[in-house]
């Protein structure tokens, strides 16, 4: 009884230490953007900036929800210790022999492994970048985030590009 209390704690702490570094990936981006933000203000004074989460594919969204219960039945089934191979007449794998004598292990591990397989699935690693509603860059077409430099220039270049059109005179018919 107290290893399966001990078991618990050891999840229960897993689990919300998990928690708080499954979102490095959100914190990274939302550093990125702060970032971005920041100089762009800097040199940029009047532009207006937005951030927004792209969702995944809905078949990447449903992967890993389905993971997400999964990890909670298998761990749940090997702190329970019933062996669900003998229900279906299957030879007891050694993994599942292994599991059982290092339960508290085997469930971090199973924890872990799948919260990052989920993670992977909700990453979109969109940046996606657009000025008067024309966008101006993709993170997803180009494969990278521009540098600062780049950034700005390209902005600039837009910018310089919108007055221009602005300028044109308008033919009336």
């Not at 860059?137 to 985030?145: A, D, P, T, V």
């Amino acid at each position: 009884m107290r290893c399966l209390a001990l078991s618990f704690l050891s999840l229960w702490i897993c689990a919300f230490y998990c928690a708080a570094g499954e979102n490095t990936g959100v914190k990274k981006m939302k550093m990125q953007f702060t970032a971005v933000c920041c100089c762009l203000k800097s040199s940029v004074f009047y532009i207006r900036i937005e951030g927004e989460n792209y969702l995944p594919l809905p078949v990447y969204r449903y992967v890993a929800s389905f993971l997400s219960i999964f990890k909670l039945l298998v761990i749940g089934v090997i702190v329970v210790g019933k062996d669900p191979f003998a229900l279906f007449g299957m030879p007891t794998p050694g993994l599942w022999l292994w599991s059982q004598e290092n339960k508290v292990y085997a469930c971090m591990m199973v924890f872990f492994f799948s919260n990052m397989i989920e993670n992977q699935c909700m990453s979109t690693g969109a940046f996606e970048i657009t000025l008067n509603d024309v966008p101006v860059w993709s993170k997803l077409e180009s494969g990278h985030l521009p540098s600062m430099q780049q950034l700005v220039q390209i902005l600039e270049n837009e910018m310089k590009m919108n007055m221009h059109m602005d300028r044109l005179p308008h033919h009336h018919s």
